[in-house]
């Protein structure tokens, strides 16, 4: 008999040191690397202040690198126990902020804790990977072949998606299907179910179109046609274009971006930071961030396909989904390839809540390297 | 168990193929974005960089200040002066209502101005200023200035408005500046003239030089954040002002001949050099003020001068075109002595002339009894003038007038000229589609009938008779800058200079004694001026009126003759021509030729004064010679005693 056992469960109960010396330090530096950019950016967004961005976001990312490692320490088991309740208390906050949520920028997103503003459509990011690749963690093929087994994994990705869009916030709606659909691509359904999917929307366009508020409308106007609209919405786009193509080969110069100086380019220190980086680096600046966001991306790549079990990949799998399509989506739309919606670059653009929860969503990544060979069941508990 | 495992490894097959579907996904979306950043920022840079130029820089223009015009002798005509304003940067101050409550105690404002006031802080940026009030007085700008701390918001600025010196005394020739037009602005292709409050010459030197006096527009190369506030100056070229333009004029001769005009209701007068056929002095009376032209003139004023009936807006000099009367005579005897006529063949006149059934009448009932061309010309015998243009036609006479300068503008530039007529057979077939009749030729003769000309007009073919016949032209341009316009070899006419002197002679009897002109000669020896009288009918002297025997003053004063006098000074050797017209004076003798007299006398005074100078100069250690009084000419004019029986002069 062979004994399954041998070598599946050496570090089941790890201590705390070993621990510290599985994560991966080269990541945590990348990472670090990566928002250092960010804060040169806000430092020049602020014309070469640290006030008043740079200094509050080091800050935010020293406390988000904390709670990194802790999220990464805590044995992924306990994560996986607690998928579920994790979405619970999203999906509850997601409810709390329609019904009292605090009325910014238009749509309902924030939860006012008084030290930070809370957006629980981000922690929606994050909860709703866990969960599913809870749920497919024991779900064989035949499961995933059967549509009776893939109805409540439904549930618990367009309830979350029809409360992200009434508040409305068209971007993470639609972040949180691509996250759901490529976690429903890794874990085996067929594709003809994807078509199946896609031709139903395609065909359900028009009666969205006829819901959609009179600014998202305005949106995808805006964006199939900027030039119309040149003072308008379409306004933000070509400063952005502007900004981003007069930066030409090897920009501008750090602190000489003159469109983000003088205020043409709109939210240079949120949603439009990366053209800053682009007019003042350059194409070649530009590259060697895109080149170092990739890296991130084939780590978070590397670490599913060394994780031995299911959860761990699918989490991993789905949390370096988000992060490419946060980092596709807003770059996409400062570039004018997409219409204008208000996703953040993470750990470069200034913000609270996406900034924690990506960090977060990093924590996880480095738990389930940490984590890649716990030995867990299907059901997830039984070795626990 | 194996089972289990086989599963568990079959699952991950499909995902590792999946995940790298996936990740081939995303490696193509990663390339779209690169192959965006190439095409936006490599293949589109340049177009994206001039954008973003555009974007950052905005150009404003900086108004040069105008140029001045002076008189011949450096004397300022045309100026620039500080024009204060009181603006208002609105986001300076909380409360604009309470500024602006504020303000009134210290500058009247109307309801009308504070509407338009809260209109521009509305309507305009924040940061730009609104203007509250133009031409403050310096008392305004004193207290304005002191309660600046309780005025938030407000501060004074300074611009530049054109101001006349001598006001009234000069406006023709200068003309004045005005908004810029609608129509100017879409033709220009001048920056300048977009410029808000940006002033042009609308006529006179001002409008004829505009573009010298103008300048070119600085620029002022401004970075700006995307409300347009300005960040600082990244450039700045001041532009060149505009140029001066120096005038042939003599600002005092110009003051005294206005002043001169003044005690007549309507009138005009001008003065020529006979060499360079500058302007010396070109006065219409009545006149206005440009300096209210260049602030912006109040419609009730505007109002009141279109309606004057002595039209104060016309520059009578070369827009006023009359019939000559006797001053033409002189073209009349040139044309005869020309054609061969002997000057010494004597005409009896009987105070009429017959011809055609009709009876042509002389200004002197009695008649002058028997006279040759230059008794003609010096008593101005009508009878002797009809003969002689009997005997030559009209065509000559129009040919000599046109060499004359008359019957053609002069191209001074200034508004309104008129070109006058002198007609001839051709003419009248062209005109009135009829052959002229030989009594029209006796008209011609005597400067009526169809022929007018404007002053400026008499005033050159007086120059070109003292010139000796050199074609003279007229002008008021001296220099621009210093590029100096003055021509002095004038091309000659074609008249034998003898028949010229001859001409120019009787001329010098008019002023001599027995001369129509006697009492208007000038005493002071050396200063001598030859000349023409002419007293030409406004409306036709009906039988009945000559029977009656009705007096000319008694007619209204719309319909008296015109009082005319063309003059030359000194009689050897003319230096100044000049030609005054009196509307409706009556008496070209006795009104207009003592004005004539006094310019006259008083240029050539104010020319040996300067002589004198310059000598004094040359000789004393220097400053003294500019120490020299210069005589007043006006105060030195002694007019002679009209002599006793010498009848109405025409």
Redo the contacts between chains.
Sequence with gaps: MIN?DMGLDPQSNMSLGEKLGQISWSLVLLITAVACIGFAMLYSAANGNFDPWATRQIMRFAVGLVLMLVVALIDIRLWLKFSYFLYGIAFFLLIVVEVMGHVGMGAQRWIDLGFMQLQPSELMKVTLVMALARYFHGA??EDTGRITFLIPALVMIVAPVCLVLLQPNLGTSLMLLMVSG?IF????VRLWKFALVIGSVLAAIPVIWHFMHDYQKNRVNTFLNPENDPLGHGYHIM?S?????????FGKGFLMG??SH???LPEKQTDFIFTML?EEM??VG??VF?AMY?LL?VYG?VI??RCRH?YG?LVA?GLT?NL?LYM?IN??MV???IPVVGVPLPLISYGGSSALTVMIGFGLLLCVHVHRDVRMSRRGMSDF | ?FNA?D??A???R???R??L???GL?AG??S???A???Y???L??D???T???D??ISLRLLAPSRGIIVDRSGVPLAVNEQNFRAVLVSERTDDVDETLDKVVKLLPLTDADRRRILRDVDRLRSFAPVTLRENLTWDQVSAIEVNLPDLPGVSIEVGQVRSYPFGEQAAHILGYVGVVSEQELQNARDPLLSLPGFRIGKSGIERKHDLALRGTAGTSQL?????GRV?RELARNDGQPGHQVTLTIDAKLQYYAQQRLAEHESAAAVVLDVQTGGILALASHPSFDPNQFAMGIPQDLYDSLIKNEASPLTNKVVAGHYAPGSTFKPMTALAGLEAGVDPTHRVFCPGHYDFGGHTFHCYKKGGHGSVDMHDAIRMSCDVYFYDLARRIGVDRIADMARRFGLGDRTDLDLPGEKTGIIPDTKWKRRTYKENWYDGETLSVAIGQGYVTATPIQLAVMCARLASGGKAVKPHLTKAVEQEYTEQTNWPDIGVKPEFIQRVLAGMAGVTSAGGTAYAARITQPGFEMGGKSGTAQVKRITMAERNAGLLKAERPWKDRDNALFIAFAPVQAPRYACAIIVEHGVGGSSVAAPIARDLLLEIQLMEAARAQQADAGATAPAGDGAAAATPSASTQVTAAPAMPGEGTPR
Excluded: C, P
């Excluded at chain 2, 970075?223 to 409300?227: L, R, T």
């Design positions: 399954l064989s093929l490529a691509w890794l874990v085996g400063q274009k502007i900004a981003l193509g007069s930066g030409g080969m003159s469109q003088l205020n043409f682009a350059g194409m530009a590259l895109l990739a991306l790549y599913a396909m299911q990949r799998m989904v490419f596709f770059i996409a570039m004018g390839l | 168990m495992i599963r568990d079959e699952r991950q499909v995902m590792n999946r995940t579907v996936l990740g995303k979306a990663l779209a974005l690169v965006r950043l190439y936006l920022q490599v589109e840079g177009h994206y960089t954008l973003a130029e974007n950052r970075e700006v954040n995307a409300v960040v």
